[in-house]
């Protein structure tokens, strides 16, 4: 409480209107308007008066003030406290355990915050995880799912795989909104042979617009060119195709050949 409220209380406690608490300070009335709306403050001489006229320290009509003053300084501290969940297999395969989860980190209040602590296993599965078949934030394995993958087989938003696939892709086969690889399948696709809505290739391109040696598609830039109508390639020959890249590359291998003969 303000020493300005506790003048106030005092004084009505006491039945004392401002006028008579001014008679008895020897102030005027508007001085003790002020001091009750805070306006201006007692001179010590006039807090001496006050506690012998309400019967109470002068240490209790500026002490709450004081503290109040303190108290806008303190600064509050949440405790961190660190948790982990962990399972783990006591089997192991070529010196992995059969599986292993791991999340570690902190909670502070309501918020939790994780650390990025690596599971090793047959099966891993953590923020980083790395195992046969590894799921995390960033996984690497023969199978790998997450964020950020590497693997054999990789999956996930940016992947770097023998076969991946992601919305960034990078592989021997890769598929993706953006995808590079010697076969690559996507939005914008670029490889030794693409098909995507924008393929770029350095043999052979099946797109809206192909950019390749043989380019086919509805926009066409190559040595040969294959100008498609539709833009799902209904129009598309596959005699003509076959004949094409085999006059060109008679050495492409028929599950090449399929693929771009099979729209």
Excluded at 1 to 14: A, D, G, T, V, Y
């Amino acid at each position: 409480m303000e020493l300005s409220e506790k003048i106030q209380m005092l004084r009505k406690k006491e039945g004392l209107s401002q006028e008579g608490f001014a008679e008895k300070m020897g102030v005027s009335r508007q001085a003790v308007s002020k001091w009750e709306l805070g306006v201006s403050k007692p001179d010590v001489d006039k807090i001496l008066l006050m506690s012998k006229l309400f019967d109470v320290s002068c240490d209790y009509l500026l002490k709450d003030q004081v503290e109040n003053d303190k108290e806008e300084k303190v600064i509050y501290y949440q405790e961190v406290k660190p948790w982990k969940f962990e399972k783990k297999s006591r089997h192991t395969l070529l010196g992995l355990p059969l599986y292993h989860i791991c999340f570690q980190g902190t909670r502070m209040g309501g918020r939790m915050n994780f650390k990025m602590t690596t599971a090793k296993g047959v099966l891993a599965i953590g923020c980083k995880a790395k195992g046969i078949l590894s799921i995390g934030i960033v996984a690497r394995g023969l199978l790998s799912l997450g964020v950020a993958s590497a693997g054999l087989f990789s999956f996930g938003a940016v992947s770097l795989g023998l076969i991946s696939l992601g919305a960034l892709s990078v592989g021997l086969v890769a598929g993706g909104n953006i995808c590079v690889g010697v076969i690559a399948f996507g939005n914008l696709a670029v490889g030794v042979y693409s098909l995507g809505n924008c393929a770029v290739a350095n043999k052979i391109a099946l797109g809206n617009y192909a950019h390749a040696h043989i380019a086919i598609g509805n926009s066409v830039h190559g040595v040969k060119e294959l100008l498609l109508q539709d833009s799902n390639f209904s129009d598309m020959n596959p005699a003509i195709v076959k004949k094409m890249i085999l006059g060109e590359f008679p050495k492409t291998w028929s599950v090449i050949q399929r693929l771009f003969t099979m729209w």
